[in-house]
């Protein structure tokens, strides 16, 4: 399933150390303490989660209070904790004692669901739903009310391929991005200058 959140990794080391990471090496622990809190009171030693970081609000995914919530340390994390706390979706597992990355999907997959019942881990910890099943994967996809974006699918024989998109994803919804301009008095005055162009290459609607 394909959430509107922050990719994140999770990994909890000997000792009591405990990082939060985004996909791209950022260090987030000092934004989230209430998941830094759950994972060394519920998580062993030796263990590395990949998942998705999310805040809901009023029954929805709100990704502009988890973009809100990533600038603040110290006393102001601690409190948009309480205001807006966030959820770890877990949805891949990398360690456990060792090394899993090499493991094919399905096993590691198998390993996570038992961390899980064998740890009973509760929020904010969540376990990503998972289904070989088309007609379940087909009414995820009416979540959409939720927030939810979209479908992620991995083969059941792959290893876990770090910094690499080894997945295909399915969106529910087709986005694109656009920036938008305006001119004011007369076009007269700024004829000659080139328009704006649209990022595939097309002419903006005012454009002459």
């Not at 994972?39 to 809901?56: C, K, M, N, Y």
Request: charged share 25%.
């Amino acid at each position: 399933m394909k959430w509107d959140g922050y990719r994140a990794q999770l990994a909890v080391y000997a000792g009591g150390r405990m990082l939060l990471r985004s996909r791209r090496g950022t260090d987030m622990t000092a934004s989230f303490p209430e998941i830094r809190a759950a994972a060394l009171a519920q998580l062993p030693a030796d263990t590395g989660i990949d998942g998705e970081l999310v805040v809901w609000e009023r029954d929805r995914l709100a990704f502009e209070r988890l973009q809100q919530r990533l600038a603040r340390r110290g006393a102001a994390a601690a409190q948009a904790a309480r205001e807006w706390p966030a959820h770890f979706v877990a949805f891949d597992l990398v360690h456990r004692g060792d090394d899993v990355t090499g493991w094919p999907y399905a096993r590691r997959r198998a390993a996570m669901e038992a961390l899980f019942a064998e740890r009973s881990l509760a929020a904010p910890f969540t376990l990503c739903p998972s289904t070989t099943d088309p007609a379940l994967a087909r009414e995820w996809l009416s979540w959409t009310a939720a927030r939810v974006e979209g479908l992620c699918f991995k083969r059941l024989e792959e290893a876990y391929r770090g910094g690499v998109r080894s997945w295909r994803k399915y969106k529910v919804r087709v986005t694109t991005e656009a920036v938008i301009g305006a001119v004011t008095g007369s076009w007269s005055l700024v004829r000659g200058r080139r328009p704006p162009r649209h990022p595939t290459g097309g002419r903006s609607e005012n454009g002459q």
